[in-house]
């Protein structure tokens, strides 16, 4: 049997090109240095709009097929970050992309935010208590920026943390499991503010305006950042696997802008919010690996001793 790395995370996105966005350098850094990183992708991004006018036919409103073709970008992302383990929860297309909050989409049948809770998260279940990740990252409450998809991901990832968990549940399932750490993706809004003041100072012009501070999802106070993950040595592999996202983001160098065209800048030092576990660090002092203060992990399933 092959050896499983002992470092195990688990990132759980809304659609193809979040992870990059994201956690693109993060995801680089450790797949880089031997720990088993793991995406798992809610949906397809089907409603997604499109940037390169010669691929615009693939929109939901013309002929369809940008579900499929994000699978192509998805998997183009992941091999310039290095990542090899990367799923769709409960298989590609089982849950569509709900569209913008407030449109008929989030209604449509098979539309993840009009998934049952738990029927979703079972999905991720089996996959945490086979892998049996250290470490979880997805977003906040609110899912950055209130789109049903990314609160429906957070939902379902924390969900499903906490069945892994419970010995009571699927018992089928695979022996429970705990994540040692939980965090949420987020961005420290003095970090956002000096980036956007950069943005504004060397646009040059390749995008017609610039996105606000607030339009960057995740951004808070910086007291509320626990853990900071440098991974400005894989800024080449981040732009990359955003460029490999090409119907939905446009790179600039340092910037990359969505459909709506309004630059924003790359952070290729990556922000999160420990909100489950013990944080590995000193006291008021961020950590810099997400998996400090682990305890010595326990062989995965299959790893050789
Ligand atoms: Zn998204």
């Known amino acids: 049997m092959k050896d499983v790395p002992a470092r195990r995370l688990l990132l759980v996105h809304a659609h193809p090109d979040d992870e990059s966005i994201n956690n693109g350098a993060t995801m680089a850094r450790y797949a880089a240095e031997g720990a088993h990183v793991a995406l798992v992708t809610c949906t397809l991004g089907e409603e997604g709009e499109v940037i390169p006018p010669g691929l615009a036919h693939l929109a939901a409103d013309r002929d369809g097929g940008l579900g499929a073709h994000r699978i192509g970008e998805l998997a183009a992302a992941m091999r310039e970050l290095g990542v090899t383990d990367h799923r769709f ?7 569509r992309d709900s569209g913008m909050m407030g449109t008929e989409q989030n209604h449509r049948p098979g539309a993840f935010w009009a998934a049952g809770l738990d029927e979703a998260a079972g999905h991720l279940v089996g996959v945490i208590r086979s ?5 979880l990252i997805t977003y906040d409450p609110d899912g950055g920026y209130g789109h049903p998809d990314h609160i429906q991901a957070h939902r379902v990832a924390m969900r499903a943390a906490d069945l892994a968990a419970d010995p009571s549940y699927g018992t089928g399932a695979g022996a429970p499991h705990t994540i040692a750490k939980v965090y949420w993706n987020r961005v420290p809004r003095s970090v956002a503010e000096e980036a956007f003041a950069r943005l504004r100072d060397t646009a040059s012009g390749a995008f017609p305006g610039i996105a606000a501070v607030d ?10 950042i626990t853990t ?3 991974g400005s040595a894989y800024a080449a592999a981040k732009t990359a696997a955003m460029r490999a996202h090409a119907t939905q983001i446009a790179v600039d160098g340092p910037f990359f802008a969505l459909s709506n065209d309004l630059g ?13 576990g013990a944080p590995g660090g000193d006291d008021g ?6 998996f400090a203060g682990v305890p010595e992990p326990a062989p995965a399933p299959g790893a050789q001793t």
């Open 228 to 230: 900071e993950i440098d």
């Open 215 to 224: 339009d960057v999802p995740g951004v808070v106070d910086d007291a509320r």
């Open 89 to 95: 929860l409960g298989g590609p297309g089982r849950f």
């Open 285 to 290: 002092v961020r950590e810099h690996d997400l």
């Open 264 to 276: 924003q800048p790359v952070f290729t030092t990556e922000y999160y919010e420990l909100v489950r």
């Open 131 to 135: 892998l049996r990740p250290q470490v």
